[in-house]
């Protein structure tokens, strides 16, 4: 490895894999994976704050984790997990609890978001989530953590207490991460109704999935939000029509972006085209992860295989921090 930083991610197991998430997370993850030495697990313990049936639980963490290997994780090359492989998470966790105050935590934008969203279950791991966070990041010494703009915060915490750590035991033991983003050579992918990003909560027909059926992809593009039409020469674009040039850009060729280009500009556009050849475009993008994804499902040997190749590395690696934590803590060895 040229690089001596330890990348690190956590994915949360809720839906599938779409457009926005590939380009804004994924093709990173993959760029970052030939590079440095990476973990990425898939954050099942995070999920039980919403106390998932047993079924999804397990169901929902194998699809992503199915997902992402159709994306182009290699566990070969990277490190990839369940949080849930790596019990010693669980203990770091606890120790990491001891010193983190209710201020603190009660004063985090995500928590208070979600107590508001959720008045009837504002449970203690909702709560403790920026410290199970932490517990990820620092058991594996990562230094780099690739997150999105959301997660900066729980991240400064994760700062926070590897700090306190190292302060309280007097060690210098935790390195203190950082975020790490390719900054600008991140694309934000647009819906396509018309405003923001894509995303899952936005709405059936805002999101396409990796997974998704070629009718289904061409009949979302179809129905996308666009606007009149332009009405004089070189005229700014709408926002929703904006964001239809955006994902074109990213699927489509640069001469097929230009001739659209070109259309508007002289108002001769017809969106019913626009559309058809961005649909076109991203189900010839989609097919092969599809295809992928059905393979991998269908092959229960291999994902075991590489969810054990992955859980083994992460766990020894955290065996190791756990029972240096433990010393410098002061429990008897037992080892
Ligand atoms: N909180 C992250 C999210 O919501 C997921 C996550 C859990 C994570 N543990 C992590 C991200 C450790 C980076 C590092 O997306």
Redesign the pocket.
């Given at each position: 490895m040229e690089n001596k930083d330890i990348v690190?991610?956590?994915?949360?197991p809720t839906g599938n894999l779409h457009l926005g998430n590939y380009f804004g997370a994924v093709k990173n993850f993959l760029k970052m994976q030939e590079t440095h030495e990476c973990y990425f697990?898939i954050?099942d313990y995070?999920s039980l704050t919403t106390h998932p049936h047993p079924a999804n639980l397990q169901g929902n963490a194998r699809q992503i984790f199915i997902e992402y290997l159709a994306a182009g994780l290699d566990p070969e090359k990277a490190t990839l997990y369940l949080?849930s492989d790596i019990p010693e998470i669980a203990e770091l966790y606890l120790f990491l609890n001891m010193n983190a105050y209710l201020g603190e935590l009660e004063r985090v934008p995500t928590f208070k978001e979600k107590a508001r969203k959720s008045p009837d279950n504002v449970n203690a791991g909702l709560l403790t989530?920026p410290t199970?966070?932490a517990a990820?990041?620092i058991i594996q010494k990562?230094t780099k953590?690739?997150?999105?703009k959301?997660?900066e915060q729980?991240?400064e915490m994760t700062r926070t207490y590897a700090r306190r750590f190292n302060t309280m035991y007097e060690v210098d033991f935790f390195p203190i991460p950082t975020a790490y983003n390719f900054g600008n050579e991140l694309v934000k992918i647009p819906g396509l109704d018309g405003s923001g990003k894509m995303g899952k909560s936005e709405g059936e027909g805002n999101a396409i999935f990796l997974n998704e059926e070629e009718k289904s992809i061409r009949k979302k593009v179809m129905r996308a939000v666009s606007d009149s039409g332009p009405t004089e020469p070189n005229q700014e674009k709408s926002l929703p029509v904006q964001n239809l040039f955006t994902l074109l850009k990213v699927v489509s060729k640069p001469d097929v972006v230009q001739y659209f280009e070109d259309q508007y500009n002289n108002c001769s556009i017809r969106y019913g085209d626009l559309k058809k050849q961005l649909a076109e475009d991203i189900v010839a993008f989609t097919k092969p992860f599809g295809e992928r994804i059905k393979e991998l499902s269908s092959n229960d040997e291999y994902l075991r295989k590489v969810m054990n190749l992955g859980a083994e590395k992460a766990r020894a690696n955290a065996q190791k921090t756990m029972r240096e934590v433990r010393e410098i803590i002061g429990f008897r060895k037992i080892y």
């Open positions: 690190l991610s956590g994915i949360r697990f954050a995070h949080q989530y199970l966070m990820d990041i990562a953590v690739p997150v999105g959301d997660q729980h991240l």
